[in-house]
């Protein structure tokens, strides 16, 4: 949390990789922030010790803020398992200053008074609401886009569900198009889900699991590209898990189709066959998929098909996740884990270049949403993460910031994190 009082310092940071997307460097060196928040050349002398913060350790990494286009606050509704206050913390902690909240909350967020709400919020990190695509999320009328874009909302969603009725969807993206706003979609067509929950895999069959089959995603794929082909309208599809899924991204882009996707460090690192038992936490939307699929995925993103990371950040309570894998709610939480999973999948197992991995968490989510991004440049106020890629540590749900303890990954020993974060003329560190 911020701390009102607190005097801001100069920071000074003598030796740390230097990352930065905005202009394609990777270099070693020093970084130097003025006590107003400034990216400066260091000066010489440096300001007395009172005056100064020096974070000087080995094996530092430094990047602009990450930004998340897919994160679950629960505000307002489930403020038991997440809240803005505590969702801003877990993704600061994370490494990430800006974030997207999604609109199902509860009221659903299709109102401008919400949006407002959500955008003037002073925590952590900053929120760019989306807002419904469709009112209630209900798959019915299209929402008032132009007055929640107006509002602040970034782009438009009905995130854990998709907009299933073609006619429904033209008109969101007609009028999405005219506001030169993304339309975001949860991929999943419920006809074809029909209640599944887990795919083919041999706890699916041990607990006799109703099969959630990965033509969901790909004919829910297909469809929203025949719209993105009507409208034109710039269509995001999120949280991608299947092969044939990538593939249709691939075809759309040569046609030309303004389409992208996420993909989630969950779907990245893990697969159906790893899932442990009747467990939870290992249960979300859409679910993990083959090995094959996880190799679709790695290379989508390694030939730039799939260009961003988004975490899915899903948080529930923990007696609702006690359930097991048939009663459980859909969704893990990812925030304050983003960072070591994603470089240690793609950039230490699959060499993608690490300032790929920056683009992907940083300059391409920002120009989703049509913001600048953050950069580490002389003069830019500083907005930024500091990051220790190497250092092993053994996840303790209870230990972070998020609510929530709904994540695969407790008690795993993983490698990378953040150790702090600069907004707005403030240091944050977790730890
Ligand atoms: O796993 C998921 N959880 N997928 C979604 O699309 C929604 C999310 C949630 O809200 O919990
Ligand atoms: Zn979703």
Not at 135 to 149: F, V
Not at 292 to 304: C, N, Q
Not at 387 to 397: C, K, M, N, R
Not at 402 to 428: E, F, M, N, Q, V
Request: charged letters at 20%; one cysteine or more.
């Amino acid at each position: 949390m911020l701390k009102k009082n607190d005097t801001p310092k100069a920071v000074y940071i003598p030796h740390a990789r230097l990352l930065d997307p905005s202009c394609d460097r990777d270099e070693m060196g020093a970084l130097f922030i003025t006590a107003d928040g400034k990216i400066a050349p260091v000066p010489n002398p440096l300001p007395p010790a009172s005056k100064l913060t020096v974070i000087d350790r080995p094996g530092l990494t430094v990047v602009p803020g990450l930004c998340d286009v897919h994160v679950h606050f629960r505000e307002p509704g489930l403020t038991e398992a997440e809240d803005l206050v505590s969702g801003s913390a877990a993704a600061a902690n994370g490494g990430f200053t800006r974030v997207v909240t999604m609109p199902n909350t509860s009221p659903a967020t299709d109102t401008p008074e919400l949006v407002r709400y959500m955008r003037s919020a002073q925590t952590a990190v900053s929120i760019y609401p989306s807002a419904c695509c469709t009112t209630s999320r209900a798959g019915g009328a299209c929402a008032a886009l132009e007055s929640l874009a107006e509002a602040g909302a970034v782009c438009f969603t009905d995130d854990g569900a998709m907009v299933s009725n073609p006619e429904v969807m033209k008109v969101v993206m007609l009028r999405a198009k005219k506001l030169n706003k993304v339309v975001m979609d949860h991929a999943v067509r419920p006809d074809i889900q029909k209640g599944g929950v887990i795919r083919d895999c041999p706890v699916a069959h041990a607990f006799d699991l109703p099969i959630f089959p990965a033509e969901a995603e790909i004919e829910a794929v297909r469809d929203d590209i025949a719209r993105c082909r009507e409208t034109g309208c710039a269509l995001h599809i999120q949280h991608l898990s299947c092969a044939g899924s990538v593939e249709l991204i691939r075809e759309a882009q040569k046609e030309g189709l303004p389409v992208t996707a996420e993909v989630t460090p969950h779907h990245l690192a893990l697969a159906a066959e790893d899932i442990p038992g009747n467990d939870g936490n290992w249960r979300m939307n859409p679910p993990l998929g083959t090995r094959e699929d996880v190799k679709a995925l790695r290379e989508g993103l390694l030939d730039g098909t799939l260009s961003l990371f988004a975490t899915d950040h899903a948080p529930h309570t923990r007696l609702s996740k006690s359930k097991g894998f048939r009663a459980a709610p859909f969704g893990i939480i990812g925030l304050e884990t983003a960072v070591g999973i994603s470089w240690d999948v793609m950039v230490r197992q699959c060499g993608m270049a690490p300032l790929t991995w920056a683009k992907y968490w940083i300059t391409n989510p920002n120009k989703l949403i049509g913001l600048p991004p953050p950069t580490l440049a002389e003069g830019a106020r500083a907005e930024l993460a500091i990051l220790a890629l190497d250092d092993e540590w053994t996840v303790d749900p209870e230990a972070f910031a998020s609510k929530s303890a709904d994540t695969p990954w407790a008690g795993a020993t993983i490698r990378g994190k953040a150790i702090a974060t600069y907004r707005k003329g403030h240091l944050r560190q977790p730890h």
